[in-house]
């Protein structure tokens, strides 16, 4: 794929989550998509099937890159909170406007939510690997929800942080 096609393919994900902020996915056309797009309507079907496609492999690409970005292991064999926290906020940064429409949308808010699940579950099965209380395991739930909701709030411009003032806000926060 060409850095146009690439750019093409960015340019329409981006369109369509900005239609599902204001209208359901099943009433959104491929010509809508591509009339936000300012694409020609051949550049959709060049690439896609259908807007429920479209909207899958968005979604599917985003929970994708967020579990590979928040899996980060150190050459000891040890997962890092410092590590994982600088690769989430680099790949937020990065991908700050897909992934601010993209939590506009049901279909992200509940991603969000099954990601901060799945990251409270596997927090807990390393959990139960160490000396730890049923209070630090309520508490460890709670700062993976407060650090989601943070996340949200920077990449949707509502916490004026840099990306480096957002490392030690962060850090700290899950660090309590």
């Avoid at 979604?59 to 909170?81: C, H, N, R, Y």
């Avoid at 940064?93 to 969000?112: F, V």
């Amino acid at each position: 794929m060409t850095d146009d096609q690439d750019c093409t393919t960015l340019t329409l994900e981006l369109a369509l989550l900005t239609l599902l902020a204001d209208h359901p996915l099943e009433q959104i056309t491929p010509m809508e998509v591509a009339t936000v797009a300012e694409v020609p309507i051949e550049a959709f079907h060049a690439r896609f099937v259908s807007v429920c496609q479209l909207n899958d492999i968005i979604f599917a690409d985003i929970k994708q890159s967020l579990i590979q970005t928040a899996q980060p292991v150190e050459k000891t064999g040890v997962i890092s909170v410092k590590t994982t926290i600088s690769r989430l906020l680099a790949y937020s940064d990065t991908h700050r406007e897909l992934l601010c429409l993209a939590c506009k949308t049901t279909e992200g808010s509940q991603l969000i939510t099954a990601l901060a699940d799945k990251a409270t579950r596997s927090l807990k099965q390393i959990a139960k690997q160490y000396p730890i209380n049923t209070v630090s395991i309520a508490k460890l739930s709670y700062l993976v929800y407060a650090a989601t909701g943070v996340m949200v709030q920077w990449v949707s411009g509502s916490l004026q942080l840099t990306r480096r003032q957002m490392g030690p806000y962060l850090h700290n926060l899950v660090m309590l």
